[in-house]
């Protein structure tokens, strides 16, 4: 994971919050994630997510950032990251940018 920032030209027209403000973003950035194929659809993922999820929200403790964000790799994982609530936010590719807003990503690990 990585602190750094992203475009908001980016974000969809329909965000309607404080980034719309600005040029940039800050965010974490998930840069890869994998469950080798022997092993995958058995909630490895899942788990290996949350766990990021928790380290994220630590970060966030200390670091102030708008999202989590990651880049799909393709069809498949873009599935598996809106299923898990992550939206994308770069149009016409097929492994677009995706984000997850941090601070339902904080309600979420208390939840859990």
Avoid at 7 to 22: D, F, M, W
Avoid at 92 to 106: A, V
């Amino acid at each position: 994971m990585q602190l750094g920032s992203d475009s908001v030209r980016e974000l969809p027209a329909n965000q309607s919050n404080y980034v719309a403000n600005y040029v940039a973003f800050p965010a974490v950035h998930l840069s890869y994630l994998g469950v080798h194929e022997d092993y995958q659809a058995n909630g490895l993922g899942k788990h290996m997510l949350m766990d990021a999820f928790t380290n994220v929200c630590k970060i966030a403790d200390y670091a102030g950032f708008y999202a989590l964000t990651l880049q799909s790799l393709d069809a498949e994982s873009t599935s598996f990251y809106s299923e898990l609530g992550f939206t994308p936010y770069s149009q016409g590719l097929e492994s677009p940018k995706m984000l997850y807003p941090i601070q339902t990503l904080i309600a979420l690990v208390r939840e859990s």
